[in-house]
C-alpha cells in the first residue's frame, strides 16, 4: 500500500512518515501542493493524506485538481474547525479529514478504513419518478437533462436512492457516505443535502429528496 502525504511542515511530515513507514506502508511525502498534485497523477498511489494549508496551491485546489481524473481516497488535514471549511473540502471530494492536532492513532484508525473500503462497481440503475441514475457510469438524469454531481452528492444520492421510501438518518447518512462517526457533526449532512436538493429538485417536479422530521432524509416519488 503506497501513501503520499503532502504536507509543508517538515516534523509534521516526517512524524507521520516514520509512523506509517513503521505500520508497514511505503510512503512518500510532498511539501507544497503542486509537488503533491503533480506525484498524486504520475505514481498510482492508494491513500493520499493531504494538508489544507499549503504553499504553491491549497490542499483545496489539489483535491479540485485531482478529482478531474483520480478517484483515489483523500484524508485531509485541516487546523480549522469551521463546519463549513469541512463541507468544503468533503464536497470537493476529500473522504475523510482530522482536526490538528490528532493523535497518530487516530491518524493510523482513519488510513485503514479508507484502504479497507473497497469501490463498488456492479451495474445499478435507479429511476424514481423522473429521475434516471445510472451508478455504473455515474451519471444522473433528470427530466431528460443530464445533472453534473460532485462524488459526494453522487454517493449520498446514491445512499438514499438504495433505501428508496426509508428514512435515513443524518447519523447513518454521515457513516455511510463520509466514515463519520459523530453525530455532533451532522450539519455536513444537512448542508450536503441542500446542495443535492439545488442540483435535483429545485428546478424540477415532483420533489423527490423529503425531510422527515426529527428523524432525517429519504428519497420517494410523492406525486
Ligand atoms: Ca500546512
Do not use: C
Not at 60 to 72: D, K, N, P, T
Not at 147 to 171: C, P, W, Y
Amino acid at each position: 500500500m503506497k501513501i503520499l502525504i503532502v504536507e509543508d511542515e517538515i516534523k509534521s511530515a516526517q512524524y507521520l512518515r516514520k509512523g506509517l513507514v513503521e505500520s508497514g506502508y511505503q510512503v512518500d511525502v510532498a511539501h507544497d501542493g503542486i509537488d503533491g498534485l503533480f506525484m498524486a497523477r504520475a505514481t498510482d498511489f492508494d491513500l493520499l493524506i493531504l494538508d489544507v494549508m499549503l504553499p504553491g496551491l491549497d490542499g483545496w485546489g489539489v483535491i479540485s485538481r485531482l478529482r478531474e481524473s483520480s478517484q483515489v481516497p483523500v484524508l485531509f488535514l485541516t487546523a480549522r474547525d469551521a463546519v463549513e471549511d469541512r463541507v468544503k473540502g468533503l464536497e470537493l471530494g476529500a473522504d475523510d479529514y482530522l482536526i490538528k492536532p490528532f493523535s497518530y492513532a487516530e491518524l493510523l484508525a482513519r488510513v485503514r478504513t479508507l484502504l479497507r473500503r473497497q469501490p463498488m462497481r456492479q451495474q445499478e440503475l435507479y429511476t424514481v419518478a423522473n429521475l434516471e441514475v445510472d451508478v455504473l457510469k455515474r451519471r444522473a438524469i433528470r427530466g431528460g437533462q443530464r445533472i453534473d454531481l460532485t462524488n459526494k452528492e453522487f454517493a449520498l444520492l446514491h445512499l438514499l436512492l438504495q433505501h428508496k421510501g426509508e428514512v435515513m438518518s443524518r447519523s447513518q447518512i454521515a457513516s455511510q457516505v463520509w466514515d463519520m462517526n459523530f453525530d455532533s457533526d451532522t450539519n455536513v449532512v444537512d448542508v450536503a443535502i441542500r446542495r443535492l436538493r439545488a442540483k435535483i429538485d429545485d428546478d424540477f417536479e415532483p420533489k423527490l429528496i423529503q425531510t422527515v422530521r426529527g428523524m432525517g432524509y429519504r428519497i420517494e416519488d410523492e406525486g
